[in-house]
């Protein structure tokens, strides 16, 4: 993963993809990215719980949070080469932001069907830290999809952040350490706004005003 996280590895990422007379590079990144998809295939189909399927009513908390858990990690795995690109627009980038708004996309419906079923109170530690990566997907999102006119809030609450900062802002109850997460994703949130010229941030998710807190 430190090859991955590396100040450089975005710029280098797929810088071949659009020679096919150059050999495919066997980069962490390529590595990982095949060793998980071998074990998310090889993964017992009752373990499984297809985002595009899900059940009315959820499985076992456990086999809930291995589902979170493996699309936390396609998020993590590609979030590197958007947030780092140069060019989102060039095939590889392309293909890390589609796979961080799919497996966003489960994560919130995963969390959704466990709240739903089993209520906030069985979300563990591991699953507010899947809803704090999908958010900062979702604003990633909101900064560049978001078009001058739209409903702010309708758009969040489309993306899923508004769900995903309520689990944290409720879980942070118990878990205290939460709270810094959430500073977090309202002060990046703030800072979009405020380059959109629409502040409306305790509009959209009330609560506890933000708090400064360093980005991750």
Known sequence: MHGIYSPTAAAHHGSNE?????????????????????????????????????????????????????????????????????????????????ACKTATKAVYSLLKLQVNTFGFSHLTYMNTYAAYIAATIAVFRFEREYRPGEDTKTVTQNLGLNFLLDVLQGCAVGMPALERSVAIIKKRMKTVLDRLA?????????GSAPQAASST
Not at 60 to 85: D, K, M
Not at 198 to 206: D, G, I, K, V, Y
């Open 18 to 98: 659009s020679d096919p007379s150059k050999p495919a590079l066997d980069t962490p990144f390529m590595r990982i990215a095949r060793d998980l998809r071998d074990w998310w295939l090889e993964l017992p189909a009752y373990l499984r719980i297809a985002p595009d399927r899900m059940p009315s009513l959820a499985p076992p908390t456990h086999i809930v949070s291995l589902n979170v858990l493996y699309q936390t990690t396609i998020i993590l795995l590609h979030r590197p080469f958007i947030l780092g690109a140069r060019d989102l627009s060039q095939p590889a980038a392309q293909k890390s932001y589609a």
């Open 198 to 206: 629409t502040n409306n941030l305790q509009n959209l998710f009330p």
